[in-house]
């Protein structure tokens, strides 16, 4: 009993003076804004323009194909990105991420080669990611994050909503 009482005592004063020595884990902004934009997203090219918009030749055409209407070159804005980050703490944010592509091509008479009309179409992804940030200064931040949300889009005949899914084993932000 004498030893049970006397682990209870050396319990409490280690954890009364863990509790003292704590330091209250302040964040400098509790919230951060960020814009951006992403040159070439390679999902919605595999996703929603694919192969044969490139203008490589498919092997499966048939041979009415030579003569049907044609697509020229496909082009995209490239995501532009919005993103809201929440920091709980020095070493957790929770982000909220909003992207969206423009996709375009112009279509071709065969004949006469005369542009026929241009197809449109976009993406939309909103994704919530959880970031841990290992290193976190005023100039530059490492961190890991990982992420999971829906990528919706339509273009020429495809339109489809799909599971987006990110992973960033190692982060480095430079800025404030």
Same mark, same amino acid.
């Given at each position: 009993?004498?030893?049970? %009482?006397?682990?209870? #005592?050396?319990? *409490? ?11 209250? !884990?302040?964040?400098?902004? =509790? ?16 996703? /929603? ?6 203008? $490589?030749?498919?092997?499966? *055409?048939?041979?009415?194909?030579? $003569? *049907?209407?044609? !697509?020229? =070159? ?5 995501? %532009?990105?919005?993103?809201?980050? $929440? &920091? /709980? ?10 992207? #969206?592509?423009?996709?375009?091509? &112009? ?16 993406? #939309? ?6 970031? /841990? ?5 005023? %100039?530059?931040?490492?961190?890991? *994050? ?8 339509? /273009?020429? !005949? ?13 982060? %480095?932000?430079?800025?404030?």
């Amino acid at each position: 009993m004498k030893k049970i %009482i006397a682990l209870i #005592a050396l319990l *409490s004063c280690a954890l009364h003076a863990d509790g003292k020595e704590r330091v209250k !884990d302040n964040v400098k902004y =509790p919230y951060e804004v960020r814009l951006g934009w992403c040159g070439y997203p390679t999902a919605d090219d595999n996703d /929603f323009v694919g192969v044969n918009n490139h203008g $490589f030749y498919s092997y499966d *055409s048939a041979i009415s194909d030579i $003569f *049907s209407d044609y !697509d020229g =070159p496909t082009y995209m804005t490239g995501n %532009i990105v919005g993103e809201m980050n $929440f &920091h /709980f703490k020095k070493w957790f944010t929770l982000s909220v991420e909003v992207a #969206a592509n423009r996709i375009w091509k &112009h279509t071709y008479y065969s004949q006469t080669d005369e542009p026929k009309g241009r197809v449109r179409g976009y993406t #939309a992804t909103l994704m919530p990611q959880a970031r /841990f940030n290992w290193i976190r200064k005023d %100039i530059v931040k490492v961190y890991s *994050s990982v992420g999971l949300g829906v990528r919706a889009g339509k /273009f020429d !005949d495809r339109d489809d909503a799909l599971i987006a899914a990110q992973l960033v084993p190692i982060g %480095i932000n430079v800025g404030g």
